[in-house]
């Protein structure tokens, strides 16, 4: 039986590889691969601000959302319509605003043509709920997790974990944000209120053609990256903002590729949050390095820009502009303490399980291992906590870095390459980039029971076998 999926499993590589090769092939003579002129950063679109979704359950300690996978038509480039995917609209999804302590139901229906699932990425839950690879839901089907929110205020996500179909249903557009609030988080004098100085920002590189339609291009080395930056699916995006401090929440929402940010003026911010919600202090920042799946949330004091204009870079690209305006409004300080990081407590010999990350193209494998969904690669006590250890050892033809993230979680991190972490890395994380050659180790606990994925955060990667499954009971 594993032999027979091992050697399906290579046929299927094998034909994968092929297409991918003929298909570059193709472009390559063809040239089709598009080069879409944008128009210039002054002209640009307003920013996509995603809509909250409704709770349609009256009780406050119960909320009732319903979330339809759809396909759609966005138009992007010049007016041009592209066919894409949205959770209850034609691009992303709304965000699901849930609260410590809440009972939550969703109802997930799948519209598409095609079986889906939706991942809680981040969300501390049992495995049945976590909308892993096992939770799939057929074509016309719904399925109806509940769960009662169970840890502090964050910036989560939610993406599609499909069995080979992760990556291009992300790419067409399902994914969405998440946001825990808690009484720390309502008390704090940090801006919070939605779309007016508090901003999300899902960041995704994205390849059009010229008729306008979304380009996901992978070959047999790696993914090509995508010359657009979207953000919230706006193509050149423009954001007006008043003299005041901002919140920026930040979502590598990218299949594959690192975001390195800063400001065009090189200006500091102060970062407030990583995945799994605030830091101790704020830290004061110019540039932040974003990984696939990974999370900040950020604090710009426009008060201090005497210009009206600023950018936001992904390395020398401008992917979003701050039109600045009105007076400088009494700037209110970021409290130094933003929230008092409990360390996750561990016992003295605790147990350690060491990944080895390796991948060769667009596959890879964790530990020599490609994922099998009929295999249990680890068995994990629950409440018990264990030391974590995750090796780049590098790989053939894309020696790249991987984002390694663990489901049901979020980890504190113990070392980063036998050095204490740096600050920003201090706080929970459910995915931490770990680079060629390096080793990081983290302190994981699992508080619910189920069956739980561990993977590559490139989500080619991921379903090309670097992925495995861990059992906690
Ligand atoms: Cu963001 Cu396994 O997922
Ligand atoms: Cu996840
Ligand atoms: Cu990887």
């Not at 944008?38 to 319903?66: H, M, W, Y």
């Not at 020599?368 to 030391?387: A, C, Y």
């Not at 890395?425 to 060629?436: A, I, L, P, Q």
Request: charged letters at 20%; one cysteine or more.
């Amino acid at each position: 039986m594993k032999m027979r999926n091992l050697q399906v499993m290579l046929i299927i590589t094998v034909l994968l590889l092929l297409t991918a090769l003929g298909m570059h092939i193709i472009y390559t003579i063809y040239n089709i691969s598009p080069t879409v002129q944008l128009a210039g950063r002054l002209t640009g679109n307003a920013l996509k601000i995603p809509v909250q979704l409704e709770d349609t359950n009256p009780d406050p300690a119960v909320s009732d959302f319903v979330l339809t996978a759809q396909a759609g038509q966005t138009d992007f480039i010049n007016g041009l319509p592209a066919a894409t995917l949205g959770y209850n609209g034609n691009y992303l999804g709304p965000v699901l605003r849930l609260r410590d302590g809440e009972q939550v139901n969703i109802r997930v229906e799948n519209d598409l043509a095609l079986a889906t699932t939706v991942h809680w990425h981040g969300l501390v839950v049992d495995g049945d709920q976590d909308g892993g690879p096992h939770q799939g839901i057929m074509p016309g089907e719904s399925w109806s997790p509940s769960f009662i929110v169970d840890q502090p205020a964050a910036t989560l996500w939610y993406h599609p974990h499909l069995m080979g179909n992760t990556a291009d249903q992300v790419y067409y557009g399902l994914a969405g944000l998440i946001y825990i609030d808690d009484e720390i988080s309502a008390g704090m004098e940090i801006p919070k209120d939605y779309g007016k100085n508090d901003y999300p920002l899902i960041i995704q590189d994205r390849s059009f053609y010229r008729d306008g339609s979304l380009a996901y291009r992978t070959s047999m080395m790696d993914v090509i990256p995508g010359d657009v930056i979207l953000v919230n699916g706006t193509v050149n995006p423009y954001l007006n903002v008043n003299r005041e401090l901002v919140r920026l929440r930040l979502l590598n929402g990218s299949n594959s590729q690192n975001f390195n940010l800063r400001l065009n003026d090189g200006s500091s911010f102060q970062q407030i949050a990583s995945d799994g919600g605030f830091i101790s202090n704020p830290l004061t920042r110019t540039a932040l390095f974003l990984a696939p799946g990974e999370r900040a949330e950020i604090i710009v004091d426009f008060s201090q820009i005497d210009r009206d204009r600023l950018s936001l870079m992904n390395g020398s690209m401008a992917i979003l502009d701050f039109i600045v305006s009105g007076q400088t409004s009494n700037s209110v300080e970021i409290p130094q303490t933003l929230r008092d990081v409990q360390t996750i407590p561990i016992g003295t010999a605790p147990k350690t399980r060491v990944f080895e990350l390796q991948s060769m193209g667009v596959n890879g494998t964790i530990n020599g291992k490609f994922f099998d969904m009929d295999r249990i690669d680890e068995e994990v006590n629950i409440n018990e906590t264990e030391i974590w250890i995750i090796r780049n050892t590098g790989g053939m033809m894309q020696p790249g870095g991987h984002p390694f993230h663990v489901h049901g979680t979020q980890f504190q991190m113990v070392s980063r390459n036998g050095q204490e972490p740096p600050p920003a890395e201090r706080g929970f994380k459910d995915t931490v980039y770990v680079d060629v050659g390096e080793e990081v180790a983290i302190k994981v606990q699992f508080t619910h029971k189920g069956i739980y994925m561990y993977h590559c955060h490139i989500l080619e990667h991921e379903e090309g076998g670097m992925m495995g499954q861990f059992r906690v009971q």
